[in-house]
Each structure stands twice: as structure tokens, then as C-alpha cells.
T-cell receptor, first 111, second 115 residues
Framework: GQNIDQPTEMTATEGAIVQINCTYQ??????LFWYQQHAGEAPTFLSY????GLEEKGRFSSFLSRSKGYSYLLLKELQMKDSASYLC????????????FGKGTTLSVSS | DAGVTQSPTHLIKTRGQHVTLRCSPI?????VSWYQQVLGQGPQFIFQ???????GRGNFPDRFSARQFPNYSSELNVNALLLGDSALYLC??????????????FGEGSRLTVL
């Protein structure tokens, strides 16, 4: 079967650093995505990892370990606008086919 | 540049009715996927179309059907609506199979409420 696990909720304060973990068990692996989704809005792309290691993009970084079926999204210098749901998604087949999404982690940033 | 557009944005139906949702992909994108997102959950894959052919189908009943037109736009049809079909229906486009990382570009969604 296909399974993606991530924490349901997390809280943090402005200026802090937060790490959102994701573990996956899928029939195949062709890349892992992180999407951000604000309440009532569409998901927007944050990052993509297909090889092991860390990908950094501004305040956001994403890490992948394929042997462990594990990824994390690291958010630095948190801002109130980072309050959103963060979705971990795996492409189990050839690129361009369906993504399998986790249930999402709702991050609440307080002042 | 226009992103993925979906219509209608909101609609209310009653049990047993039929609904058609529409999606226009980003220009140049040949693949369209449909996802259902129930409140508090991640998107669940329904269908993928590429070059007007169905390329993938998720675990949804036959009441759900879709098609892609020559201009790459797409429709999702749901028959005999149930209360549990109430959800946000997301359309996503991408360049196509094997042509990129597979990054999906989502529309704003169609929020369906079944009473």
C-alpha cells in the first residue's frame, strides 16, 4: 500500500525554527514534494527532492533520505504568514503521474 | 500568464444530483489531474489525463468520470451525489509524463456542498 505520515498539528512562535517531518512507504519513488496550503486556498509548490540531501531555498529547506523513507521541511525565521497547512507528497511512478499526499501538518505561528 | 482556472468556484447540490466541474490548464501543459480534498485532509487523487487519454485513476467509484478535450481543458463529472462528496475539488496541470519533475500547479478549486 501507499502511506505517508506527517504530524497533524504544530505550533511555533515568530522568529523561531520549525521542522516538519514526513515518512513514506510507497510502491515506488520518483521524488518528494512539499506544498504549502493556506486556509481556503490552493496548494502552492515549495520544494522538490529526488536525491538524498538538503535543498535550500531562502527560509525554507527540505531534506530527503530515500533509504529511510524520510523527509523534513525546515522553516527558519518564522513569520505569521507561515501559518498554513504543509503537505508532503510522493511521486511513486514516472514523473508527471499522480502524487500521493499526506494529510498535511497545520502549522500555527504566534507572536 | 494565466494559471490553472476552475469553474464554478462554489456550488451547492442536493443528494442524487449530478455535477460537472471544469478546468483549464496552464498554456503548454498537456496533463491535467483531479484531486478531492475533504476538510482537514490532504488531496486524494481521482484522475489523471494526458494527451486526452486517461493515464491514472484513483480509488473512487464509477460515479466519478472525467475527460480531456483537444485544447487540454478537462471536465470532472460526478453522478448520484452523496453527502460524502462534499469537498474541495482541485484541478492541477503539469507539463506531462517524463517531461519535468512532475510538479503540479493547482487551481483555486471548486468547493462542492451536497445537502
Amino acid at each position: 500500500g501507499q502511506n505517508i505520515d506527517q504530524p497533524t498539528e504544530m505550533t511555533a512562535t515568530e522568529g523561531a525554527i520549525v521542522q516538519i517531518n514526513c515518512t513514506y512507504q510507497t510502491s515506488g519513488f520518483n521524488g518528494l514534494f512539499w506544498y504549502q496550503q493556506h486556509a481556503g486556498e490552493a496548494p502552492t509548490f515549495l520544494s522538490y527532492n529526488v536525491l538524498d540531501g538538503l535543498e535550500e531555498k531562502g527560509r525554507f529547506s527540505s531534506f530527503l533520505s530515500r533509504s529511510k523513507g524520510y523527509s523534513y521541511l525546515l522553516l527558519k525565521e518564522l513569520q505569521m504568514k507561515d501559518s498554513a497547512s504543509y503537505l508532503c507528497a510522493v511521486s511513486p511512478n514516472q514523473a508527471g503521474t499522480a502524487l500521493i499526499f499526506g494529510k498535511g501538518t497545520t502549522l500555527s505561528v504566534s507572536s | 500568464d494565466a494559471g490553472v482556472t476552475q469553474s464554478p468556484t462554489h456550488l451547492i447540490k442536493t443528494r442524487g444530483q449530478h455535477v460537472t466541474l471544469r478546468c483549464s490548464p496552464i498554456s503548454g501543459h498537456k496533463s491535467v489531474s483531479w484531486y478531492q480534498q475533504v476538510l482537514g485532509q490532504g488531496p486524494q487523487f481521482i484522475f489523471q489525463y494526458y494527451e486526452k487519454e486517461e493515464r491514472g485513476r484513483g480509488n473512487f467509484p464509477d460515479r466519478f468520470s472525467a475527460r480531456q478535450f483537444p485544447n487540454y481543458s478537462s471536465e470532472l463529472n460526478v453522478n448520484a451525489l452523496l453527502l460524502g462528496d462534499s469537498a474541495l475539488y482541485l484541478c492541477a496541470s503539469s507539463l506531462g509524463r517524463g517531461q519535468d519533475t512532475g510538479e503540479l500547479f493547482f487551481g483555486e478549486g471548486s468547493r462542492l456542498t451536497v445537502l
